[in-house]
T-cell receptor, first 115, second 114 residues
């Protein structure tokens, strides 16, 4: 069966420090991968999605970046964190094939607090 | 571009009472529709989905949603809620011509009161 792992689960970082959140998927190949951010009371905001290795689409201009160095690995990064980067970050994957329907499978999330 | 509206940010309801969580979407093409549930400090889980066929879809825990194309709605209902239904509920849409993007509504916080 397919599983998705996301870490770290909790992170407290000072303003201006770098960030790296990692997500890996097991049990499937060539998935679509997504990073969402959930700020308190504001729902889910799509940050990045990727349909293949090295292919990243950005939905919101900001100081965050994403990379997909391997088929089932998706990394969210920042060189200098801002207070506004605090939130709950969710990685997700979906099937990429003729059966694609947009159904997403989510990781457990990473809670980032920037102080 | 598609968008999703959930007009009710918070819905308190007494245990065993019925509930309806509203969802409306905007899209110029055919869509797939989803309801996801999020329990505190967890990721989202798919509750139910509409892909095609019958406009009424059901989940295993008693929720149902009806796709109404003319009103561009996909409201979620349950005839009798339990304490365990307390969670955040998100409506989501993906366009059939661009299904690599899934857009979520702002969410509705359902609080079941004993």
């Amino acid at each position: 069966s397919q599983t998705i792992h996301q870490w770290p689960a909790t992170l407290v970082q000072p303003v201006g420090s770098p960030l790296s959140l990692e997500c890996t998927v097991e049990g499937t190949s060539n998935p679509n991968l997504y990073w969402y951010r959930q700020a308190a009371g504001r729902g889910l905001q799509l940050l990045f999605y990727s349909v293949g290795i090295g292919q990243i689409s950005s939905e919101v201009p900001q100081n965050l970046s994403a990379s997909r160095p391997q088929d089932r690995q998706f990394i969210l990064s920042s060189k200098k964190l801002l207070l506004s980067d605090s939130g709950f970050y969710l990685c997700a994957w979906s099937v990429i094939s003729g059966y694609l329907t947009g159904e997403l499978f989510f990781g457990e999330g990473s809670r980032l607090t920037v102080l | 571009a598609q968008s999703v509206t959930q007009l009710d940010s918070q819905v308190p309801v007494f245990e065993e009472a019925p509930v309806e969580l509203r969802c409306n979407y905007s899209s110029s093409v055919s869509v797939y529709l989803f309801w996801y549930v999020q329990y505190p400090n967890q990721g989202l889980q798919l509750l139910l989905k509409y892909l095609s066929g019958s406009t009424l879809v059901e989940s295993i825990n008693g929720f149902e949603a009806e796709f109404n194309k003319s009103q561009t709605s996909f409201h979620l209902r349950k005839p009798s809620v339990h304490i365990s239904d307390t969670a955040e509920y998100f409506c989501a849409v993906s366009e059939k011509t661009s299904y690599d993007k899934v857009i979520f509504g702002p969410g509705t916080s359902l609080s079941v009161i004993p």
